[in-house]
């Protein structure tokens, strides 16, 4: 029987040196994106705001629009319905970017995150879009969990200020591969949603994100390796590289972990493309070894997941990407 990854891929974690300029941006992560798929990666991530500065200030200045996804009605009433069409170019370069090098590098591209206005909410959210190799669009992701924190004489950042939530979880399937979860930065201190994604049968949780380095350094590393533990799959976070003058500094340490919450590879904090090869039936060898997988004692306490099985769509809450 095949496993939860059907076959070994290569991942690439993309840690980009970004500025202020969209342009150059998307021109850089494009030289990037092909340099990992010319090393061999399938799979290829670009980090949270990859094509603008981090920043409240900066998201109503580089938002695009995209088109939303249809009403759950009309997304029941055709699974093929459920994405939205392309928006025009001129009102979302970032999306056609990211398509057209998808295909170019003929890869699975999670496209970091960009900031998005929404015409239909009025409200701007903080959005990941995943494309095929063939630059279709599989999946949108408007990050859950604003980052909304207060250390006094260390950090305080309010994305809340200016950005809204979005309302689901997303996994993605990629069709020679098996499935992955796509959630963004802050995302990842909840372990409910990543918990989800595992028991719907992801094989790894993807987060663009770009901690800081009061949070990086306490809990980065420490996140990827528990949401790994405690779910058996490989975990991948890719950050922005540092820029010291910028306005906001990026954690850096992009790094992939496997089932076993061992650290696959990890970077420092400059620019560099990060490379794991995730394995077919290593997901599976460890849950044998440490089978709490199927120990978990549902009678004692509920399952989270229970509640993501209903909906219109049959997916309750999770959009799941053709
Ligand atoms: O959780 C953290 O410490 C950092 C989160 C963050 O930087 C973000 O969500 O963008």
Redesign the pocket.
């Known amino acids: 029987m095949a496993g939860l990854l059907k076959k070994t891929v290569k991942l690439a974690l993309v840690q980009l040196a970004s500025g202020a300029d969209k342009t150059v941006n998307l021109a850089h992560a494009r030289s990037k994106v092909l340099e990992a798929a010319k090393a061999g990666a399938k799979i290829v991530v670009l980090p ?1 705001c990859f094509n603008s500065p ?1 920043g409240t200030q900066y998201f109503p200045k580089y938002a695009e629009t995209l088109n939303d996804s249809p009403s759950s009605k009309a997304a029941a009433l055709s699974k093929s319905a459920s994405l939205p069409s392309p928006p025009p170019a001129e009102q979302a370069p970032s999306y056609h970017a990211l398509s057209a090098l998808a295909s170019e590098a003929s890869v699975y591209l999670v496209g970091g995150s960009i900031p998005e206005y929404s015409p239909s909410t009025k409200k701007y959210y903080n959005t990941s879009l995943t494309f095929s190799p063939k630059g279709v669009l599989l999946a949108t992701h408007r ?1 859950v969990h604003l ?1 909304d ?1 207060d250390i006094p004489g260390k950090i305080t ?1 309010k ?1 809340s200020e200016v950005l809204s939530p979005g309302d689901h979880l997303t996994i993605v399937d990629l069709p020679e591969y098996g499935k992955i979860a796509v959630a ?3 995302d990842i ?1 909840f372990p409910e949603l990543a918990m989800i994604a595992a028991r719907k049968g992801c094989f790894a949780l993807i987060y663009p ?4 380095l009061t ?1 990086g350094s306490l ?1 980065w590393q420490l996140l990827a390796r528990a949401r790994a533990v405690d779910n058996q799959i490989y975990v991948g976070l890719c950050s922005p590289a540092r820029d010291m003058s910028a306005s906001y500094n990026a954690w850096g340490h992009s790094l992939v972990v496997d089932p076993s919450a061992q650290v696959l590879a990890e970077t420092d904090e400059k620019e560099n493309i990060v490379y794991a090869d995730l394995e077919s039936g290593k997901i599976e060898e460890v849950r044998k070894g440490i089978p709490i997988y199927t120990q978990r004692r549902f009678d004692i306490y509920p399952d989270v997941s229970a509640g993501y099985g209903g909906g219109e769509d049959g997916e309750g809450d999770v959009k799941v990407g053709k």
């Open positions: 949270e981090y990050k980052f924190i950042f994305e963004i930065c802050y201190r994100g770009a901690f800081n949070t809990h």
